[in-house]
């Protein structure tokens, strides 16, 4: 039962013979209901500072919450950036050991090219030295063995090369 400071004030009690002093037991009771009142004051006052307490709790673990998902947020973005650059790191190898085996296909081709024009060009060279005689040879001029004898051509330096471009060239 919920007593408050008016109810002890406006309390009343029944007279009896050789009772209490009316004046006492009011003084009495404006006492205890000053002392009600203050206690009164005091629990609203400490219900104020819970809930101001409280509401300062919620808001802290509210701003907890909110810094573990952005954390949480922040870590996972975090991951994805790395991944997403690891992939693409990957591409760019991948994609950079393609052309590089593009680019030595095509240096090699252009190597076997280079190759064949220098071989033509040494059997251009030939040819313009030693050019095919039609005409078979007398027999007995140099041949020997029933083969027609080939011509050997001086250039202009007066030196012979010899046939089939090797080896050197020896005077006329």
């Known amino acids: 039962m919920k007593i408050s400071p008016m109810d002890i004030q406006r309390q009343t009690f029944a007279n009896k013979f050789r009772g209490l002093d009316r004046e006492e037991v009011r003084t009495y009771l404006a006492l205890v209901a000053e002392e009600v009142a203050a206690l009164q004051r005091e629990r609203d006052a400490l219900d104020q500072k819970v809930q ?36 693409q790191a990957e591409n760019q190898v991948k994609e950079a050991e393609l052309q590089a085996d593009r680019l030595i296909e095509l240096a090699q081709s252009r190597a076997h090219e280079v190759e064949r024009g220098i071989l033509d060009l040494r059997g251009h060279r030939t040819m ?31 030196l012979v090369a010899p046939r089939g471009g090797g080896g050197r060239a020896r005077p006329a």
């Open 52 to 87: 101001s307490l409280q509401y300062v709790v919620d808001e802290a673990r509210d701003r907890e919450a909110i810094l573990k998902n952005t954390l949480l947020t922040a870590q996972k973005a975090s991951e994805e950036i790395r991944d997403i650059a690891r992939r």
């Open 128 to 158: 313009l030295h030693h050019p095919p005689d039609p005409s078979p040879r007398p027999a007995g001029r140099g041949g020997g063995g029933g083969q027609p004898a080939l011509p050997e051509a001086a250039g202009r330096d007066g």
